[in-house]
């Protein structure tokens, strides 16, 4: 189940990459996953979070979302 706030979460950290604050994003985009965040597809192509697609971290943090998404 995903906690009612992870989207709110997934706002922020894309603000926070629009930004400039990559290391705030990143935080803030793995507590959205923390709390249940798992939409990987939409995040890769998230223009507003474009600052963190090559970034290691948010790779890793895609790979999160694809392993705890509902099967479909």
């Known amino acids: 189940h995903m906690d009612p ?13 629009l930004l400039d ?9 793995t507590h959205a996953v923390d ?9 890769a192509e998230d223009t507003d979070l474009a600052p963190l697609h090559n970034h ?9 979302m694809r392993d705890q998404a509902p099967p479909t």
Do not use: K
Request: aromatic share 10%; hydrophobic share 50%.
């Open 21 to 29: 604050l990559s290391a705030e994003a990143l935080a803030t985009l």
């Open 35 to 43: 709390l249940g965040y798992s939409n990987a597809d939409w995040a």
């Open 56 to 64: 290691p971290e948010f790779l890793a943090l895609l790979q999160r």
């Open 5 to 17: 706030s992870a989207g709110s979460h997934y706002d922020v950290a894309c603000a926070e990459a």
